[in-house]
């Protein structure tokens, strides 16, 4: 086709179409009347010009809708948050954080914004954002503090504790549970050891073994050859009693209890150091009560090979403990010295040893135990303030901040739930006593659980429920065995 002078095609079908539509609009056929076609278009074309103008003021509004972006953080472990609440203050806008920590909020109108992020057991971020930064979609980051949450006191109620075990001719002494059942030893007296060295150590006379089914019925019984003090257990929780002069190993069969006698020496140098177990290695410590320092080690039993999992100080007792050298005699710092030479250990570490700073009021073993929760490793390291964590490797996974070791009333003693792995610390004021959970992944206490009779003993836990000792003041009552639901 050839055009005119200054014509061009879009020119000549924007001309054809203008003449159609004017046509269609203006230009009626048979007689002044519009055929049913041309009515519709009549009608498409005056509906398409009244609907411009909006077109136009909806297209412009979508221009403004901005897509806001950011990411939530652990403020202590720089570790991405996941499910934190990002919500706009005043409106119904709001998201979560993903598993890499980031959100996305989908914005109508670019206009300053108020957020607010918030996540239970971290402290709760609120932040202006100016209509400027939205319109450029600043990218928004949030750094929130772990706290802990103090949950409302709840005091257990339904019927009084349960009685586990009880005898008007024996006294419960020590109890433990493992996969045979509840093993419980009792006595008929105590007896007070009187030895410089061990000055006030109770033992138990006429001592006896029993052993408990999941129906608190006792399957059998077994009297001990000699004066005992307590019960242990190994790593893999199968129950020892230390004597005074040996230790058995209770073995549970069909019919009655077998004891297998251990060497007092074998006991404390090869069986306690072993803790826990994991499958293919034992967990134990090189734990010393007169030494303010110990480590965490693992057993691979395939390659025979013990690796440290971490170790554990206290600082401030280290430091008086090394001190001990600038108070002793020349003499005595010849000797440490020389100790020192011999030996290849710190001069300041011999001196502690030789002026018996174990014995000083000032001195505290360390307490820092590892439990197995859930196929990880957790060190609670009450120097460091800190949950250890590692992987059944020894691979170290993050470090969680811990705070009711700081409370006085904590007993400075912690048990756990081998059925489930919860980690429960024990809390003392005067006569009463409650357990709170920890929550290893955050550190934050779960409600209290409180014990129902005053002065509880030997405090142990078990499938959801708390185990322990209790006589009543000035009774002819023989110290009984109790357990309390604290699930």
């Known amino acids: 086709m050839r055009y005119g002078p200054g014509e061009r095609s879009g020119e000549v079908v924007a001309d054809k179409a203008s003449a159609t539509s004017f046509t269609c609009i203006s230009s009626p056929t048979n007689n002044g ?5 041309e009515h519709r278009r009549s009608t498409l074309s005056r509906s398409a010009l009244v609907l411009l103008p909006l077109l136009a003021f909806m297209t412009g509004q979508a221009q403004e809708r901005v897509l806001l972006r950011g990411r939530v953080w652990d403020a202590a472990t720089d570790r991405p948050l996941t ?34 992020a918030s996540r239970v057991g971290y402290t709760t971020v609120d932040r202006v954002i100016g209509r400027e930064a939205v319109l450029e979609g600043e990218y928004q980051e949030f750094r929130l503090m772990q706290r802990t949450v103090d949950l409302p006191e709840i005091t257990i109620g339904g019927p009084v504790p349960e009685v586990v075990h009880q005898r008007e001719d024996l006294h419960v002494g020590d109890h433990f549970a493992n996969q045979d059942g509840l093993w419980v030893l009792t006595y008929e007296r105590p007896k007070l050891v009187h030895r410089a060295d061990e000055a006030g150590k109770q033992v138990y006379r006429e001592a006896r073994l029993h052993l408990l089914g999941a129906d608190l019925v006792e399957r059998s019984s077994i009297e001990l050859p000699t004066e005992v003090c307590r019960s242990r257990h190994d790593a893999v929780h199968r129950v020892i009693v230390e004597g005074t002069g040996a230790a058995w190993l209770a073995t549970a069969t069909s019919e009655a209890i077998e004891l297998t006698t251990i060497d007092l020496s074998v006991l404390r140098e090869q069986v306690l150091p072993w803790t826990d177990s994991l499958p293919g290695q034992f967990l134990g410590n090189d734990h010393d009560p007169t030494f303010p320092a110990f480590a965490h080690f693992g057993f691979d039993l395939a390659a025979q090979r013990t690796d440290t999992i971490c170790t554990v100080q206290d600082d401030f007792r280290m430091e008086l403990f090394r001190s001990q050298y600038k108070y002793m005699s020349g003499h005595d710092k010849v000797v440490a010295m020389d100790l020192a030479l011999e030996t290849g250990i710190d001069a300041g570490i011999i001196a502690g040893y030789m002026t ?41 996974v993050d470090e969680v901040p811990l705070t009711y070791h700081l409370d006085r009333t904590w007993k400075d003693r912690l048990v756990q739930d081998r059925t489930d792995g919860a980690v429960y610390a024990l809390f003392a004021r005067g006569p009463r006593t409650w357990l709170r959970r920890i929550e290893t992944v955050t550190g934050a206490l779960g409600p209290i659980l409180r014990l129902e009779h005053p002065y509880p003993e030997e405090v142990q836990a078990h499938d959801g429920q708390a185990y322990y000792i209790f006589r009543p003041y000035g009774s002819q009552q023989r110290r009984t065995l109790y357990r309390q639901a604290i699930g």
Request: with cysteine; hydrophobic share 40%.
């Open 356 to 396: 018996d700073f174990h014995r000083n009021l000032y001195f505290k073993a360390p307490y820092a135990p590892l439990f197995v929760v859930q196929d990880t490793l957790c060190v609670f390291d009450h120097y460091r303030e800190r949950i250890r964590r590692f992987l059944p490797d020894r691979t170290a």
């Open 83 to 116: 499910d934190v609440h990002i919500v706009v203050l005043g409106t119904k806008l709001g998201a979560e954080s993903k598993a890499d920590g980031g959100f996305e909020l989908d914005l109508v109108h670019a206009r300053s914004l108020h957020l607010r």
């Open 33 to 37: 009347a519009h055929t049913p076609t």
